[in-house]
């Protein structure tokens, strides 16, 4: 069975950084993408960046310059380095084997075809 789990989120103050992590067990992480989105209370689901079974790295306008994604086979781990945070990306992130990207206007983990973690919060004071 396939399991993500999200860690890494915090309370920090505008300018700071702050690292995610998603580790996933019950699958390589060469057999599906693995994304990292975002979802604000009352808000849709946005997908952040993404890093395909090829290794290549994709990211969201809001995303680039300030993230980077990265991952380590060993630990079967997916990262999400976010710098110079803005208040604007307080939300709760989720990390997911799938290949969503855009917008769905649902709650996160109701997108089907993409298996989610729970989520971890970020809040970014201004």
């Known amino acids: 069975q396939v399991h993500l789990a999200e860690s890494g989120g915090g309370s920090v103050q505008a300018g700071e950084s702050l690292r995610l992590a998603c580790t996933v067990s019950?699958?390589?992480?060469?057999?599906?993408?693995v994304g990292w989105y975002r979802q604000v209370p009352g808000d849709a689901c946005r997908w952040v960046s993404r890093?395909?079974?090829?290794?290549?790295?994709h990211y969201a306008d809001s995303a680039k310059g300030r993230f980077a994604i990265s991952q380590d086979n060993i630990k079967n781990a997916v990262y999400l380095e976010m710098r110079a945070l803005k208040p604007e990306d307080t939300a709760v992130y989720y990390c997911?084997?799938?290949?969503?990207?855009?917008?769905?206007?649902?709650?996160?983990?109701?997108?089907?075809?993409?298996?989610w973690g729970q989520g971890t919060q970020v809040t970014v004071s201004s």
């Open positions: 997911a084997a799938g290949d969503m990207v855009g917008t769905w206007l649902g709650s996160c983990r109701a997108y089907p075809g993409n298996t």
């Open positions: 019950g699958l390589p992480l060469n057999a599906r993408n």
């Open positions: 890093i395909d079974r090829d290794g290549s790295l």
